[in-house]
């Protein structure tokens, strides 16, 4: 073990964070919902790899196609055709709506934004593009530029120019300010409705509509938006507010992405897609994560005017499309079909907000349960009243408690006060009360 950790100390990069400061986990073998360590110990896993394993580490099926696939053909690049991009397109496209028919295939989420803000801006002829407070949208220069979480933002000019100290190109609304690292970053939830009832939405419209006003003077190229966002802490908006916020994108000639990269793929239980929990039709839907299971893969998919738009341009991916990751993908979606997993998402989700709704009734120290179907968030507060968020420590002390007990949860919101659950979608009820059982015992053994 202590091996281990020296060689991860002199091979990898600071910037590449373990999450178990106090001993990091060394992570041999995956099944389904459980993970083992190198020393044979088990965890449930509801972090899946940040909602990447989307039907379970490992699955039978998918690994069976896989494998046959690396009999077949691993590489070609886009200048061929074959037929494992085909048969998944055609699979992929009848899972959305029209006229979301036309399909480009990218190996991460980063990649399928920086491609849909591209052709954004070629569609339009405009520039400017607006991102949600607490938003995460990426990691490479041009989509660092649309995150707005500042502990993912680096103090450098990016491809946007996104300077330190303001941002000409990229705003982030409706939660007000630019989405730079010195800009002062408000609680991404200023609302303290119970879920699903908050009826704010005129305020961040207004707010919304401020950020027109001010920041975009009729050049917007686009709205990047997550359905529920993922790393900002299973923030939900107010009913009605894509909606109205489609609207007045549109109304000035921008388009709207739906950054599905967490939601989709049936995660929020009720819908396939986040966006049509909504009652909306982005202009582009950018996906990754669950898409291949953990295989890397992305994709963005849009309309053929847009399509047409981008088309005059060459845009070369060498493993864009690539047969091993279509093969593992397709059969992502059989799977999903086949397990039901949306079905699971619906079921053991509803029953983890609802018990996990009765604990925060219980501890002073829940602030919020939020989300929907199996992307859930949990925010911890100082106390009810101030909801100020808990401090890192404390976090930490749950955090690693409830790993030393089996359970692997995942943590986020602007200050790292909330934990996330996102777990591969063929968790069980039992898997639910194991958990339930764990947390409670964790914040009691804080408490004390
Ligand atoms: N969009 C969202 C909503 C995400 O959560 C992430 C990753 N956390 C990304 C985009 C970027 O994806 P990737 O890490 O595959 O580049």
């Known amino acids: 073990?202590?091996?281990?950790?020296?060689?991860?100390?002199?091979?990898?990069?600071?910037?590449?964070?373990?999450?178990?400061?106090?001993?990091?986990?060394?992570?041999?073998?995956?099944?389904?919902?459980?993970?083992?360590?190198?020393?044979?110990?088990?965890?449930?896993?509801?972090?899946?790899?940040?909602?990447?394993?989307?039907v379970g580490h490992c699955h039978p099926k998918v690994t069976a196609a896989a494998e046959k696939q690396l009999r077949k053909l691993w590489h070609t690049t886009n200048i061929y055709v074959h037929s494992p991009l085909h048969e998944y397109t055609e699979k992929l496209a009848a899972t959305l709506p029209d006229p979301l028919k036309v399909i480009y295939l990218t190996n991460s989420g980063s990649e399928a934004n920086d491609l849909a803000m591209l052709m954004a801006r070629l569609h339009t002829g405009n520039f400017d593009v607006i991102t949600l407070r607490g938003s995460y949208h990426g990691g490479s220069p041009h989509t660092m530029g649309l995150t707005s979480n500042a502990a993912y933002k680096y103090p450098v000019a990016s491809g946007l120019g996104c300077h330190n100290t303001m941002c000409p190109d990229v705003f982030a609304g409706p939660w007000g300010g630019s989405n730079c690292r010195d800009s002062p970053v408000q609680t991404i939830r200023n609302c303290s409705c119970p879920q699903g009832s908050c009826t704010a939405n005129d305020k961040y419209i207004g707010q919304l509509n401020e950020v027109f006003a001010t920041s975009v003077p009729s050049r917007i190229a686009g709205f990047f938006g997550e359905p529920i966002m993922g790393v900002g802490g299973a923030v939900q908006y107010p009913k009605n507010f894509l909606k109205d916020t489609y609207k007045l994108v549109r109304e000035r000639g921008g388009v709207c992405i739906a950054d599905e990269v967490q939601t989709g793929f049936g995660r929020t239980g009720s819908h396939f897609w986040g966006f049509q929990g909504h009652e909306v039709i982005p202009d582009m839907v950018t996906m990754a994560k669950g898409i291949a299971n953990g295989f890397p893969m992305g994709a963005v998919v849009t309309t053929p005017e847009i399509a047409a738009s981008f088309?005059?341009?060459?845009?070369?991916?060498?493993?864009?499309?690539?047969?091993?990751?279509?093969?593992?993908?397709?059969?992502?979606?059989?799977?999903?079909?086949?397990?039901?997993?949306?079905?699971?998402?619906?079921?053991?989700?509803?029953?983890?907000?609802?018990?996990?709704?009765?604990?925060?009734?219980?501890?002073?120290?829940?602030?919020?349960?939020?989300?929907?179907?199996?992307?859930?968030?949990?925010?911890?507060?100082?106390?009810?009243?101030?909801?100020?968020?808990?401090?890192?420590?404390?976090?930490?002390?749950?955090?690693?408690?409830?790993?030393?007990?089996?359970?692997?949860?995942?943590?986020g919101g602007v200050y790292g006060q909330t934990f996330r659950i996102k777990p591969p979608m063929c968790i069980t009820r039992d898997d639910a009360d194991f958990f339930l059982a764990v947390f409670n015992h964790a914040l009691h053994n804080y408490m004390e």
């Not at 060459?314 to 593992?328: E, S």
């Not at 993908?329 to 799977?335: M, Q, R, Y």
């Not at 619906?346 to 009765?358: I, P």
């Open 311 to 411: 088309g005059k341009g060459v845009h070369f991916n060498t493993f864009g499309g690539n047969p091993v990751a279509c093969a593992i993908a397709s059969s992502v979606l059989d799977t999903m079909e086949e397990d039901g997993t949306q079905q699971i998402s619906h079921d053991v989700g509803t029953y983890l907000l609802t018990e996990l709704a009765k604990m925060r009734d219980k501890y002073e120290i829940i602030g919020d349960v939020r989300g929907k179907g199996l992307q859930i968030g949990v925010e911890m507060v100082k106390d009810k009243a101030s909801r100020k968020p808990l401090p890192p420590a404390a976090m930490s002390e749950i955090f690693e408690d409830t790993k030393d007990m089996g359970v692997l949860i995942g943590k």
């Open 1 to 54: 073990e202590r091996m281990m950790e020296i060689r991860r100390q002199n091979c990898n990069p600071m910037t590449m964070k373990v999450t178990y400061y106090k001993k990091p986990v060394y992570i041999h073998q995956g099944h389904m919902q459980w993970l083992w360590d190198v020393d044979g110990r088990r965890y449930l896993d509801l972090f899946a790899g940040v909602a990447t394993v989307s």
